[in-house]
């Protein structure tokens, strides 16, 4: 495990060196916060406080994780890291754990800054709230390292990410509520996973229930996404 821990921490080291990755996983969402809290309105900050955790998670996990398999994959990194007695489960799980970890380390903040200065109400449901999370956070992970893995360079990857990316977070309820929404942008995000991330997460914060549609969905795409990446991952640029 010490190789796994050890990657895990060149990588978390990397990423806090790149002022434009740092910026929008972490500063972004707490920017967004902050002029949306200063209008002292409780409920709304309650109403979106799940679509910010899932802003972190989709930012870091989608954009960030795919691009950075390209990249090494692009650079000889992945083929020169393949070949030294590393196993590919450490460096893949390196990638995920550090992404989890910068999510984490986000939300974290998110919840911390919400509830400090913008009275942030606090969860109905702990546990469901954690569980819906952990789903949420797999769905999305699975989805970065499913582009990272069938997009053959580093440019097509960050467009294709870039392309799924944006759209998703502004019908899905990240930046806004759903209710807030015109109905064909509603539409569009009914086939969206990151949309039912949100769905899950506020539910359980909101009421203490567990919406079962979106634990489904965020599993369902996790297992298929890492089923999908892990037969077409590859090591070398073709």
């Known amino acids: 495990m010490r190789p796994l821990f050890v990657l895990t921490r060149v990588e978390c080291a990397l990423f806090l ?3 434009a990755a740092v910026f929008f996983t972490i500063a972004m969402p707490l920017a967004l916060l902050s002029l949306n809290g200063a209008t002292g309105n409780r409920q709304y900050i309650d109403a979106i406080i799940a679509g910010y955790l ?3 998670l989709t930012t870091s996990g989608v954009m ?6 390209a990249d090494y994959r692009d650079k000889g990194i992945l083929r020169r890291m393949r070949v030294s007695p590393l196993r590919p489960w450490q460096i893949l799980g390196s990638h995920a754990l550090m992404n989890l970890l910068i999510s984490v380390l986000g939300a974290a903040l998110l919840i911390a800054v919400a509830s400090t200065f913008f009275g ?7 546990p469901l709230v954690l569980l819906v999370s952990a789903a949420a956070a ?3 992970l699975a989805l970065g390292f499913l582009l990272g893995s069938v997009l053959p360079t580093v ?3 960050q467009a294709v990410a870039a392309a799924l990316y944006f759209p998703s977070i502004f019908v899905s309820g990240v930046l806004l509520p759903r209710e807030a929404l015109p109905e064909f942008a509603r539409q569009i995000g009914d086939v969206i996973p990151v949309t039912y991330a949100v769905n899950g997460i506020r539910a359980a914060w909101a009421h203490g229930v567990l919406d079962g549609t979106a634990l489904v969905v ?3 795409t996790a297992v298929i996404g890492t089923v999908i990446a892990l ?4 090591w070398e640029s073709r």
């Open 17 to 19: 060196r790149e002022p």
């Open 54 to 56: 899932v802003y972190v």
């Open 64 to 69: 960030g994780l795919a691009e950075t398999l």
């Open 120 to 126: 942030l109400s606090r969860p109905a449901s702990i």
């Open 138 to 140: 797999c769905c999305i």
């Open 155 to 157: 440019r097509m990857t």
């Open 218 to 220: 965020l599993l369902g």
């Open 231 to 234: 037969r077409t991952f590859r």
